[in-house]
């Protein structure tokens, strides 16, 4: 049977799959000192390039975890696809759900794993691939704010995103790698994907 798409899941599936990023969001804010150093750049770089170099940092940082790296030959070796983790659904921050911007950011990093992290091979995020994968990439951005006023940008400017990545063990709650880079809008949208599909 072919994968489900994405956007034609089931809706117990997709109940479930929200359940499962509602719980990492709680296991990203109760990691404590098991939560490594992240990765993080004041620069703001172009979108793509933020993307490319959140996915690079996260992937350096596994490298340098001899556990982790043991746990995924070892998942290489039992299974036929050599798949060890899957991604779930990015989110924008402020508002928690996913918009055009965030699937764009999702299908980025999914593409930048695979062209330059075989390494790291991914599942697509269904029900049935849980079971199957060690790890959990979880993604948001956030609109960055001038510190000062508060304020989202410039007249007529639009602020840039901060993209956020973490790596999660499914077993543990712990989590193995955290990178963060700031990326130029590029014009794009933040409108709920929903909103969209509603329209």
Not at 118 to 145: C, D, E, H, I, K
């Amino acid at each position: 049977m072919n994968p489900t798409p994405h956007h034609h899941r089931p809706h117990r599936c997709a109940l479930a799959l929200a359940g499962l990023l509602a719980w990492t969001a709680v296991l990203l804010a109760t990691t404590g000192c098991a939560t490594p150093k992240q990765t993080a750049s004041t620069e703001i770089a172009s979108f793509d390039q933020a993307v490319a170099e959140a996915t690079d940092s996260l992937a350096a940082q596994t490298q340098k975890l001899p556990a982790f790296m043991a746990k995924i030959e070892s998942l290489a070796k039992e299974t036929l696809d050599k798949r060890a983790l899957v991604i779930d659904p990015m989110i924008d921050s402020a508002s928690g759900q996913q918009t055009v911007a965030t699937r764009q950011l999702e299908e980025k990093v999914t593409a930048r794993l695979a062209s330059n992290h075989a390494q790291l091979p991914v599942l697509p995020f269904q029900l049935a691939n849980l079971n199957r994968s060690q790890y959990v990439l979880t993604g948001t951005m956030t609109r960055l704010q001038d510190q000062k006023t508060g304020a989202a940008g410039a007249a007529g400017a639009r602020a840039p995103f901060q993209i956020n990545l973490a790596l999660t063990e499914l077993k543990t709650g712990t989590v193995v790698a955290q990178a963060s880079w700031g990326g130029r809008d590029g014009g794009r949208v933040s409108t709920p994907t929903a909103n969209l599909r509603a329209r």
